[in-house]
Structure formats: structure tokens, C-alpha cells
């Protein structure tokens, strides 16, 4: 409804009584919806005024919702799977898309940046794939993926470089099986 009706942050919302008209559902459920969003900051109430949509960007939602979503075991492994898929999806569309001058330009960083991250790895490699989607896609999922662990793993910049040289010899096998590695995963 927000997309919809073209919402920012700082417009006014729908009355609870538009709102339960136009959801189909009764105003005590609207109510305690709004309620919800209130006490997680994505809306404020102005007495008098109305109810207000609150910028929610860099919003800690994502942990907020994994404590919901992510209570069982098999929603755990799907979002850790379907990071590992979207990573290695991004690695094959950037084998086809990348550039020498790109190439060049990763793997310098991977070679010199003093704190090396993973997260700024795949960050590079998606956005050479250019798929803005599964760039979308991949941040919400990491956030969740982090939400899940006590203390984050933690990987060898020679397993980066393992993989950038299979990305330069354009053999997508090799990348796999490296990306694999990397990840502790089987082929």
C-alpha cells in the first residue's frame, strides 16, 4: 500500500478506518498493526495529526524479523544456501561480463587492501555482474545470514585470489570448485 499510494517518509498514512476498509480486516487488527510499527519505528503518531511514515532506511528490520522468520532449522540453511547460489550465480554472470581493466582493478584490491572483507568481495563481484536484483537480493539475505551467527567466519585472502585466478583464466569449473573451497562447501 505504501508502494502503491507512492508513500516517503514524512507522509501521512491512511486512517485506521481506511486502512481496515481498504486491508478487509477489523479495526482492532489495524490497530495492533499499527501499534507493531510503532514500537519498531517504521511509523510515529502525532496527536491530533495522524500517523506518519518514519524513514526506515538503515533500519535494524532485518534483525528485528529474523527473531520471526528464522526460527526454524531448515529457514536457517535456506538463507545460507540461497547466499551461496545468488554468490556463485554472480560469479558466473561476472565471468562473462568482466573487463580486463576490471579484472585488474579487483584483483589489485584483493592483493593490497589492508583489512580484507568478505562482504567487499562479493560486494565487487555482484556489482560486476551487473544484476542489480541479485545485488538487492544478496544484501538482504547477508543481513539475515548474519543475524544467524554468534561470531562471523572468517576466510583466507588466498582463497580470494584462488578465485579471481580462475575468473581470469575465464574457467568457470576451476571458479566453482574455488568458490566451494572457499566456502567449506561440497562440489
Known amino acids: 500500500m505504501i508502494s502503491a499510494d507512492g508513500l516517503k517518509p514524512g507522509d501521512k498514512i491512511p486512517s485506521e478506518r481506511e486502512l481496515s476498509e481498504r486491508l478487509d480486516v477489523g479495526r482492532s487488527s489495524v490497530r495492533e498493526a499499527l501499534r507493531a510499527l510503532e514500537l519498531l519505528g ?5 496527536q491530533g495529526e495522524g500517523t506518519f511514515l518514519r524513514d526506515f532506511h538503515g533500519h535494524q528490520l532485518v534483525q528485528i524479523l529474523s527473531t520471526f522468520i528464522l526460527q526454524d532449522e531448515r529457514a536457517k540453511r535456506d ?7 545468488i554468490e ?4 558466473r554472470l561476472a565471468l562473462k561480463r568482466i573487463s580486463h581493466q576490471n579484472l585488474v582493478k579487483l584483483s589489485e584490491w584483493a592483493e593490497n587492501v589492508e583489512s580484507f572483507d568478505d562482504d567487499e568481495f562479493f560486494y565487487r563481484i555482484i556489482l560486476l555482474a551487473d544484476n542489480h536484483l541479485f545485488l538487492r537480493i544478496w544484501l538482504i539475505l547477508k543481513e539475515y545470514y548474519y543475524s544467524l551467527l554468534q561470531i562471523p567466519p572468517t576466510y583466507k585472502r588466498e582463497d580470494y585470489l584462488f578465485l579471481l585466478a580462475a575468473l581470469a583464466e575465464k574457467n568457470e569449473e576451476k571458479m566453482i570448485k574455488a568458490y566451494c573451497e572457499l566456502r567449506n562447501l561440497s562440489i
Open 42 to 46: 517504521l511509523i510515529e503518531t502525532r
Open 88 to 91: 556463485i550465480d554472480c560469479l
Open 79 to 85: 538463507v545460507s544456501e540461497t547466499k551461496n547460489i
